[in-house]
């Protein structure tokens, strides 16, 4: 592969989310659904980064990164309707200067799926109108506190994920499977909220801060085999995943955040990811580097935002295939950006390896892997290779010349 220089100020970073690293969130409602053993693995401690943060901020500052994505917890901040914890929100403060202080961007997402057990008067969480406006107060009192140390402001993370895990499957809170009608209502609720959020944003920090979101995209194509129908099942599917939720707030976006992880390949009236050989994760998630390049071009296309990828990466606790997942996921991503799609950065999911909702701590996401007996982290090798992409802001000629996926399969880069 030639050398792949990515455009000048392109932001490197790595991000995680609140409750899959701080622990001892208790008054959120995944606490009280591990509790009532509705998953088999509880969060607990998970990384202790609530006590931690230092450690995980010095990681990111050493990989060289130019940009750090956390998110707050609602129900630490708001433990109680209008009750705001100062404590936390000193915390959290502290947490963005800290950001700052080692020479990095801050993103902060202000809802990544855990909602404080009082939302929806304690009973409905999304599902009542009084949900939006509670989000409003939250969304306006964080930005009074931590606003002028935050770069890119990120009000909800994949919807599209809370309402098929939480209302179509029903193995995330609120556990309700199958309740379609629900899950398009919580949809709208969720716009409401963001509407209402980006204007307390403006509002509060000015009409230059960089208000989106971030949503998680699947590549939906038509598989091999993919029949006469597949094509109307890709774009269903598209529809449902990457556009139904983003074009009802897409007027209230300064940015987008799209998170890419595998592909689906669409037959008629089903998914054909199981089948075809394809290198695929410890999770089972195929790997298909080239739909990041489709994801982002569409979201940019569509949207006429900047985008970010928020979120990109695998589970592979030998470590035996990030290299190669990382590059050549970047090598499609600079196709994209050679083509002038307008992308600002590239942050890799996860900096640590975490507790992955209702998978528990099996799968090892992290550029750092999580002894979890001790919390001790250690940067495992595709690690350094990430960090000279970062330093180098490209992948210089020959890096990864040789790897291989698992099964065998040599890169996946374009040609
Ligand atoms: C979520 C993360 C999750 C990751 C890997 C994303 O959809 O935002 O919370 O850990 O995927 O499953």
Redesign the pocket.
């Known amino acids: 592969m030639p050398d792949l220089t990515f455009p000048d100020g392109f932001l490197w970073g790595a ?1 995680t ?1 609140a409750y ?1 690293i701080e622990g001892g969130n208790a008054g959120s409602d995944w606490w009280a659904f591990e509790q009532a053993g509705r998953v088999s693995e509880k969060a607990g401690a998970a990384c202790d980064s609530y006590n931690r943060w230092r450690e995980d901020l010095d990681l990111a500052a050493e990989l060289g990164l130019g940009i750090f994505r956390i998110s707050v917890e609602w129900s630490r901040i708001e433990p109680e309707p209008g009750r705001y914890d100062e404590a936390a929100l000193a915390h959290y403060l502290d947490v963005v200067k800290g950001i700052r202080e080692r020479g990095m961007q801050s993103m902060v997402v202000l809802w ?2 855990t909602n404080p057990l009082w939302l929806g008067r304690g009973r409905a969480t999304w599902l009542d109108e009084s949900s939006p406006h509670a989000f409003e107060a939250y969304t306006r009192r964080v930005a009074e506190v931590l606003g002028p140390h935050v770069d890119w402001w990120a009000t909800l ?2 919807a599209n ?1 809370y309402v098929s895990h939480g209302w179509l499957h029903g193995d995330w809170p609120p556990g309700k499977p199958f309740r379609i009608r629900a899950g398009f209502r919580v949809y709208e609720y969720l716009a409401r909220a963001h509407r209402l959020a980006y204007a307390a944003l403006k509002d509060t920090l000015g009409p230059d801060s960089r208000v989106g979101l ?1 949503h ?1 995209m699947p590549w939906a194509h038509p598989a091999e085999k993919g029949g006469v129908l597949s094509g109307t099942m890709c774009r269903y599917w598209r529809w449902i995943m990457e556009h139904h939720f983003v074009d009802k707030v897409c007027d209230q976006l300064d940015w987008l955040g799209v ?1 890419y ?1 595998y592909d689906s390949p669409c037959q008629a009236f089903r998914l054909a990811d199981e089948d075809g050989c394809v290198p695929r994760t410890d ?1 089972g998630w195929r790997i298909v580097p080239e739909g990041l390049y489709h994801v982002v071009r569409e979201a940019a296309r569509r949207y006429r935002v900047p985008v970010l990828v928020t ?1 990109n ?1 695998l ?1 592979d606790a030998a470590d035996a295939q990030r290299a190669r997942f990382i590059i050549d996921h970047l090598a499609w991503l600079k196709r994209a950006t050679d083509e002038g799609v307008d992308v600002r950065g590239y942050l890799y ?2 900096l640590l390896d ?4 209702a ?1 528990g701590f099996g ?1 090892r ?1 992290g550029l750092a892997g999580v002894e979890y007996a001790t919390c001790s982290r250690t940067l495992r090798p595709s690690a350094s290779l990430y960090a000279r992409i970062a330093r180098e802001n490209r992948i210089p000629e020959g890096l990864g010349e040789g790897l291989v996926y698992s099964d065998g399969t040599p890169s996946l880069a374009p040609c």
């Open positions: 991000s989310s899959q990544h799926f993370n994949e994920t971030t998680v998170q992880y999770m979120e990466g589970a999911w996860s975490n507790f992955e909702w998978y799968p996401f």
